[in-house]
């Protein structure tokens, strides 16, 4: 009844077309054309946005009427499932294969076994509606049926519903499934997942069905959040015990990825861990344990040492991998004090125990975890060197070699593992010596001088050289800039600044150095002016928002961070942000009450401050 309900309906179309031509045959059509001639339009596109839903849904409709429906298919519990063949092929990269290529293309009817009823009648439905319902009960084959009909977006759906659902007592079985479908979107998320809820999925039992293979890829992921390394030693144990017969024989290649240097800091998990019997009996696991015990020897009589392999490295976390430690200066008890703090985030946390003045010394980084405070103590020139490794689990200022000249107001540079200290001084008596400390002798000796003497000028290192910016020497205030070439071990004179301008801070992003703010004729500056060595000359940016003297700089994921510094008789206690892709200053205040932030370097991310508290 209802095929002869259509071909009525296709002959009443038929007969309406054929009745309008007739009228317009006699309505005097070259009339209009005529007409037309006279009026200037543009030819005009019209778009009908609803033709294409129209169109599925009419699709739709003549299917489940079995209307013109030239493909079924049978599935293996005998359900059927009809369709149109041009439709599925525009559809489905599956169906365009099946009837170009295959037997199948002059069938119209097609056993299909690689999916069930359910599974194969969501999908066809989705292909002429658009649309269909993802539930925990269904996702995993509806995944698997989309993945054999490419058809992307129903995956890609799944994924994202998958993704919802994950928590630390499925997500390594959905990461196996996920790598098993090619779901590569939801395998990143799982395993991002798995590296920030480490600790909670180590207690399921699937951790303990993993492969050594899987043991491998996760334990030595640098990212993987874990509050102390022991806490990944017990991980690896735990999943040998479970089938000790089998897995002894591969617990060296685990231990290998497991960072037993960094417990150099703890003895009596050391001892434990030398006591335990599983290691003792392995020869490469006890290399492994004799690695620790002599870097934790090392570390009892030199503060500092370059970690040699990555086991000695510790691990960094965090959803920004770096965070800024700020020092600050307090008119309230501490007088002296640091911050962490995370400019993704704009929350801070106290870093406890850093209560030292360093304000007249040279700050500088070394592997984005050694932090040098260079000369100067309490505003004194000094000798002086101390060094704070902020990966320590209580980090505090330990003492380094002496220079050979006492300094203060100087500038610090690190070029490949060496630490320069240039200049220094006062209006009354300044330098232009230079010395450099070598880390793996740690000791401190003299190269060439700077062709004149200088303090509170800038430092920047760009293309593996050290320039010195601005600054004050011999009684007076200059713009002249020089670069040490460590190669060559000798100083050359660049291109000047617009004017002179001492107190002037330096940072270096993308092959660019920045000379920021400083004092020049007679008065506070906000100015910022940029120097490419491929132009060789120096152009200005836009000025900050307030003139900053001996302001901290930090550079950070693409922007420039200027903090505090003195501005005439006022502390400055805001930071503020460029960017170089708009040109423009954020200023943002940071400071709880009058605090002078006089310095700011970046460093990685402590394990102990992966969620840092505002």
């Given amino acids: 009844m209802k095929r002869r309900h259509a071909q009525q309906t296709d002959f009443k179309a038929v007969k309406a077309v054929k009745e309008m031509d007739n009228v317009q045959a006699s309505s005097g059509e070259s009339n209009l054309k005529e007409v037309l001639k006279s009026n200037e339009c543009e ?359 002496d220079m050979l000249v006492s300094r203060r107001r100087l500038g610090v540079g690190v070029l490949d593992d060496c630490i320069y200290a240039v200049g220094g001084g006062n209006f009354k008596n300044s330098v232009n010596s230079v010395e450099v400390f070598d880390v793996s002798i740690q000791k401190w000796r003299l190269v060439s001088s700077m062709s004149i003497k200088r303090y509170d000028f800038g430092v920047g290192v760009l293309n593996n050289r050290l320039y010195a910016v601005g600054g004050a020497g011999d009684r007076k205030t200059v713009k002249s800039v020089e670069y040490y070439d460590p190669a060559l071990d000798t100083w050359t004179t660049v291109a000047e600044m617009s004017g002179n301008r001492k107190g002037v801070s330096v940072g270096v992003m993308d092959g660019v150095m920045y000379a920021i703010g400083g004092y020049g004729a007679g008065k506070y500056l906000k100015r910022v002016e940029v120097y490419r060595p491929s132009d060789g000359v120096w152009s200005s940016v836009a000025d900050m928002n307030l003139c900053r003297y001996r302001p901290g700089v930090a550079v950070l994921d693409g922007l420039v961070y200027v903090f505090g510094g003195e501005r005439e008789s006022f502390i400055v206690d805001t930071v503020e942000i460029y960017n170089p892709n708009t040109n423009t200053w954020t200023l943002e205040r940071l400071s709880r009450n009058k605090v002078q932030i006089y310095a700011g370097v970046v460093v990685d991310r402590p394990i102990h401050c992966i969620n840092l508290l505002p």
């Fill in 43 to 401: 030819p005009t596109q019209f778009r009908n946005d609803s033709h294409s839903v129209r169109l599925l849904e009419n699709l739709q409709s003549l299917r489940k009427n079995k209307v013109l429906c030239d493909i079924r298919f049978k599935t293996n519990d005998g359900t059927l499932v009809l369709g149109h063949k041009n439709v599925l092929i525009a559809a489905s990269p599956y169906f365009r294969a099946m009837f170009d290529n295959f037997d199948e293309s002059n069938k119209d009817l097609v056993n299909i076994r690689e999916l069930d009823s359910m599974v194969l009648k969501i999908l066809v439905d989705y292909i002429y509606t658009g649309e269909f319902i993802v539930t925990k009960e269904n996702v995993q084959v509806l995944l698997q049926g989309a993945n054999i009909l490419q058809l992307d977006f129903v995956s890609a759906a799944c994924a994202e519903f998958l993704q919802k659902l994950l928590d630390a007592s499925n997500c390594l079985g959905i990461r196996a499934f996920a790598d098993l479908h090619n779901c590569t979107d939801l395998l990143s998320s799982c395993e991002a997942f798995i590296k920030k809820q480490f600790l909670e999925v180590v207690k399921t039992n699937e951790f303990l069905s993993l492969s050594s293979e899987d043991m491998v890829k996760i334990i030595s992921c640098n990212d993987l959040a874990v509050p102390y390394e022991e806490k990944v030693f017990e991980s690896v144990m735990k999943w040998a015990k479970h089938d000790l017969k089998i897995r002894k024989d591969v617990l060296s290649e685990l231990m290998e990825h497991v960072r037993l240097p960094t417990l150099a800091s703890k003895p009596d998990i050391l001892f434990n861990i030398v006591n335990e019997p599983l290691l003792k009996n392995d020869p490469k696991c006890n290399k492994y344990v004799i690695e620790a015990l002599n870097f934790n020897l090392q570390k009892s009589f030199q503060h500092f040492t370059i970690p040699k392999t990555i086991r000695c490295k510790p691990r960094q976390f965090g959803d920004s991998q770096k965070v800024i430690l700020m020092f600050n200066r307090s008119d309230t008890s501490p007088k002296y004090y640091a911050e962490w703090y995370d400019p993704a985030t704009t929350q801070r946390k106290i870093a406890p125990g850093l209560n030292e003045f360093r304000g007249l010394a040279g700050l500088v980084v070394m592997r984005d975890r050694y932090v040098f405070a260079v000369g100067s103590v309490n505003g004194i020139s000094s000798k002086s060197v101390s060094m704070l490794d902020v990966s320590s689990q209580s980090p505090s200022w330990v003492p380094m070699a």
